[in-house]
């Protein structure tokens, strides 16, 4: 198993640089997940630790040795895609036994290694089919099979269960964690899918536009986002943003009549942000009650979500339309008065300008 870091790592496509500076390090063991919107440079930088892309400047090590001049098949890391890339003439065994031809092992040994994986994938019982016998799923865990075969130093894994139904994706993402878990082995793992993200990843890395934004555990970037891309990547339904006027202790939503109670030492330091703040609270964080309550404000729902085990329900504070999290059935229906409020403890403050979250910078 093996450490891997990333240093200053810079990575061009022509005049268009694709990784800006990437800096950071997985430890022994780990599993990491970096998560972005297409185009921010995940596969890139995966394929740049697994020496199937050069860097055009940095370092990259693995147990502390450079390795961004070393061919792939120098680095012991395996790489599973998003298509399955197996081969269709081949079958299931031969395909996960096609990364030990190299390996010096005897026949014994081969046929242990690939039927420990196959059991530990539950693929036993397709050793002697064709991949194109089998379902999107099977297909999958053949070509996790495969990477894993060799006992490699790190598995890499760009979106593996992207193409699969999303009750597939479950049952598999559950996998994949028992799996790096009863392997122990350090697992950088691809993905847009926020929950797959908080599912899995030991610490997430949110990469966007080839600059890493946040490198934290799952409820790190989900309660104290670094910046208002990441607080509105990282959540769902997104974090309400909103445009606020702060006076005093009050926190009035833009073209609100009643502000908000805020402790002022929280706001205080707000104010010296010049270019002005949005407010960022996630839809848990809006309180509602039906009756009229010390603090609250009062407001008209505009829209129900029914989502089964609870409700997300629209309210409007002037301009501003919130999102609330309640529970199913809280609110009967549209226009109905309800009085809410923010809890102060989850909301957060970006400066318009830098983006920056400004919440413990003050
Ligand atoms: N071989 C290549 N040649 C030129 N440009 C490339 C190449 N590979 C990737 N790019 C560009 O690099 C940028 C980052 O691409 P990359 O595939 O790493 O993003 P990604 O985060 O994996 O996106 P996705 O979520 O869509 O898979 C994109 O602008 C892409 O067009
Ligand atoms: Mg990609």
Avoid: C
């Amino acid at each position: 198993m093996a450490q891997i870091e990333m240093r200053n790592v810079q990575k061009f496509f022509g005049t268009n640089q694709v990784l800006k500076d990437l800096n950071l390090t997985i430890e022994d063991g780990e599993f990491v997940v970096m998560l972005g919107q297409s185009g921010g440079g995940k596969t890139t930088a995966l394929r740049a630790i697994a020496g199937l892309e050069t860097v055009t400047d940095g370092k990259i090590l693995i147990d502390g040795q450079e390795v961004q001049d070393r061919k792939a098949a120098d680095r012991d890391i395996a790489f599973v895609f998003q298509s399955f890339s197996l081969y269709p003439h081949m079958t299931v065994r031969e395909n996960i036994a096609f990364p030990l031809r190299a390996v010096r092992m005897d026949a014994a040994e081969r046929d242990r290694a690939i039927k420990e994986v196959a059991e530990t994938l539950q693929i036993a019982q397709h050793l002697d089919r064709k991949p194109s016998a089998l379902s999107g799923g099977d297909m999958q865990r053949v070509a996790i099979g495969r990477a894993l075969v060799r006992r490699p130093q790190a598995l890499l894994m760009d979106e593996p269960l992207g193409v699969l139904d999303a009750k597939l994706r479950d049952q598999m993402r559950a996998e994949i964690k028992r799996l790096h878990i009863a392997r122990g082995s350090t697992s950088v793992y691809v993905t847009h899918d926020q929950i797959e993200a908080m599912s899995l990843a030991d610490r997430i890395v949110i990469l966007h536009d080839g600059v890493l934004q946040q490198v934290g555990a799952p409820d790190e970037v989900y309660l104290n986002p670094i910046n208002l891309f990441v607080a509105k990547f990282v959540g769902s339904p997104i974090m309400n943003i909103a445009d606020v006027e702060i006076s005093g202790s009050n926190v009035v939503l833009k073209g609100a009549s009643d502000g908000f109670a805020f402790d002022e030492g929280l706001l205080a330091g707000l104010h010296k942000s010049g270019s002005g703040v949005s407010l960022g609270i996630r839809p848990e964080a809006v309180l509602m009650t039906h009756e009229k309550t010390a603090g609250y404000t009062q407001a008209a729902t505009t829209n129900i979500e029914p989502l089964g085990s609870h409700d997300i329900v629209d309210v409007q504070l002037g301009e501003t339309t919130l999102r609330a999290r309640t529970q199913s059935g809280f609110v009967k229906g549209e226009g109905a008065q309800v009085w809410v409020n923010l809890d102060p403890s989850q909301a957060h403050f970006f400066d318009k300008k830098t983006e920056l979250n400004l919440r413990g910078t003050t």
